[in-house]
């Protein structure tokens, strides 16, 4: 039995280390273009850190509805458009359509 939660403790981590760091480096790159302070940083690395998390589960070995994919989009944009100011929220969309 050990032996199984290690096997699945090692496939999880391995995914953790990757939304960790893929929503790290999201969080600089905004933050060089949309210009935010060191709360609004941390508040939005712990969207884009949920997000991914959430992305995660619901890519799991299954291809997921149009409808989960834009639900969970707009669950992230509500939350980043409540952390950021106006004027930031605007650059943020246009960065998130330049990239």
Do not use: H, W
């Amino acid at each position: 039995m050990v032996l199984g939660t290690e096997s699945v403790m090692a496939q999880s981590t391995p995914n953790k280390i990757e939304i960790n760091a893929e929503a790290s480096s999201k969080t600089e790159a905004l933050r060089k273009s949309v210009k935010f302070n060191d709360a609004q940083r941390d508040q939005i690395y712990k969207a884009l850190q949920a997000y991914g998390n959430r992305k995660d589960i619901i890519y799991k070995g299954t291809t997921p509805s149009k409808e989960s994919v834009a639900k969970l989009e707009k669950e992230l944009d509500d939350k980043i458009k409540t952390i950021l100011s106006e004027e930031q929220y605007y650059n943020y969309k246009a960065y998130i359509e330049q990239n």
